[in-house]
């Protein structure tokens, strides 16, 4: 594919790089920004500007938030004994699309994976352990994809928090196993948080 201006295969190539854009659909949006009006692609660039400078992590939970503590953390309304442990922040965002959660969350930032170099020192994990041994949590839902590494993390996290009083439970298996969080039916992951199950019998009944 041939462009013969410098600047229009410079965003082209920039916009190419993002998750499942390829060239032909990344000069399809550049020529479309190109059409609209200037203030409309200098509203665009504002917007990624002050995401990258101004986005934060919270403090508590490691969630993505405009300040050092996230909505969430921060509402009187949630629960604060029970915390909903994920991957990252889009199985945060399709839990709340359910409804049906009232506590609060902890974003591990990915799932144990020695194919992908990750172990658990890589994995927001020590501050997890932390908050539940300073006390105050009854319970910990481990809300982590139905794949190998996220049940080689949920064994990991259930080791290291033996000895203390939380109760740990896992999501019903409503959730295909393979898949991930953010592609399950509002329905069907509202369901599997309402009905998760403790997480010692799920491991034994695993090992039958």
Known sequence: MEIT???LQKAVDEVSQLPGIGKRTALRLV??????????TERLADALTSLRTGICQCRECHNISDSDLCDICASPKRDRSLICVVEDIRDIMAI??????RGLYHVLGGKIS???????QDLNIGSLVRKVREGGVA????????????DTTNFYLFRQLEGTQVRLS?????????DDLEYADEVTLGRSILQRIPFEGSFHGQGK
Not at 31 to 40: A, D, I, K, M, V
Request: charged fraction near 20%; avoid cysteine; proline fraction near 9%.
């Open 31 to 40: 020529l479309h920004l190109l059409r609209q009006p200037e203030t409309r």
């Open 96 to 101: 709340e699309s359910t409804g049906h959660y």
């Open 170 to 178: 896992t999501i019903a298996r409503g959730i295909p196993v393979g």
């Open 139 to 150: 319970e910990l839902i481990l809300a982590l994809s139905a794949t190998m590494e996220g």
């Open 5 to 7: 201006s410098k600047l």
């Open 114 to 120: 020695p194919m992908e170099g990750m172990g658990p």
